[in-house]
């Protein structure tokens, strides 16, 4: 089982409550192929860089069975750098400074290796890329997942229209369902959403965990309460690539799997947002996810005997 | 198995995005008692009311099992009036009026045929009026659960924090446990409230869900993902009634049966915003609470299979 992630590949300036950090690891296909890695191989990142970035996170990615065929290194160009301050509750940020550099000639061509993947993981980025990663595709992947985000909603509707007709999951959080439907309440909101082309609806919302829509079924995934998020960015990216890892891995793509597969998600950003970056990504191993994933187990089951 | 129920009993007017009502009954007691009696009777109801409290909303709390010789009437006052707006989402709200009336006075004091009750609950008030009524109990209650606010916990800490060493479990909100410790991250902050007395904590976070906290142990139920939050006042009183009352019914304290208990509270609750003040649980029926919390089973039940 394969999965082609897309999405950028960067580096970010941070700042938390909790600390700051100058020029870090970032970007989609980054977090996504670090968790995805952990449930099966190969990854196939598609993205872009500039002459900046580090070699040595190009061979741990490779290390971890991501293929780096689809990324384009431009020579005489930077990488992507985004930088943020987070807000106490860690759910708001400001967007201090976004230089697009490599970014905003991103065109990305999908290798001939890549073709005959099993899962699309489209990150976020325009959604006329995201939709001619779609067509490059000769055989459609089993499941395509979508991110997207305010910006685009706003500034791009009619392409991003275009692009969610193509996929079977839409994975943004809260506000964001909210902003493409004019929607205030969730369910109603997710309603709308299955009838633009998604069969399946994945709402983030941070600390306060995670619901997937689908027909008339819904589930929720709470998040695990920790002493201090520390850094949330790249969260939901990990929370991807811990749900395709998954399904993958499992080759299941029920609504059922998909449950379980949404805390495997939930388990991966839990330990995405314990240090910055994905620094804690990279020390984890199988009994760490295992044991998260435990942890889950025991926060939400509860013995039900109707008296 | 018994409960006393101490609150207010009130005139509340409310305005929400989805509409406006004058005048409809209200209060802790009663979202308490109308939740309770689904499980338990008798529900031993300390209030206070004045001469404009209708006759009718006694009988029909009676004819539930409720029983009303706590309840002190005042023939020459009026009972107790909020009148609140709340946002569009539902979480906060703006308090326009509030007259006390007969509350300025409430000296609770239990009746004889209260003794021996083997579960007390304690709505938001006074926490001296709190504590009086722990003493005034000659045997000590199975469990003895607390309800607080934001105004108590700046404005009487050190009379909060004596009530606080007398209970078992404590019942807030989320900013209302930040507020009591000075700690952002709830998983702190519970860890000094279980300190100061309580040996549960159960934080209510509205849509997003509650979490029980107890020794090392944490425990999440969702809220039911709803089309519309018609109404949420009450829906913390309503949740603490179906609490408890499970937990009556049941005769059960463990941590265990605390979380299908949280699942009772939480389905309870469920169906108090479904409409303008305790209306909707008047309708109720054994049933439609099994089909509640049948999907809240089925919102969080997934089968992990670690592979």
Redesign the interface.
Known sequence: MSIIAVGSMAFDAIET?FGKVDRIIGGAATYISYAASNFVTPIRAVSIVGNDFPESEMNELKRRGVSLEGIEVVKDQKSFFWSGRYH?DMNTRDTLVTDLNVMANFNPVIPESYQGSDFLMLGNTLPSLQSSVIRQLKKRPKLIVLDTMNFWIESMPAELRETLSMVDVLMVNDSEARQLTGE?????AARKILQMGPSHLIVK?GE??A?LFHEN??????AL????VFDPTGAGDTFAGGFLGYLA??RDISF?NM??A??MGSAMASFCVEKFGPERLKEINQQDI?QR?QQF???????????
Chains 1, 2 share one sequence.
């Open positions: 409550p106490l205030f309440s969730i369910v109603k919302k306060h965990g619901l079924h819904v589930f929720f995934a709470p309460p920790l002493e201090d891995k499992t059922e449950k379980t949404i805390i295992d994933v187990v025991e926060l939400v089951q509860f013995d039900i005997d109707l008296v």
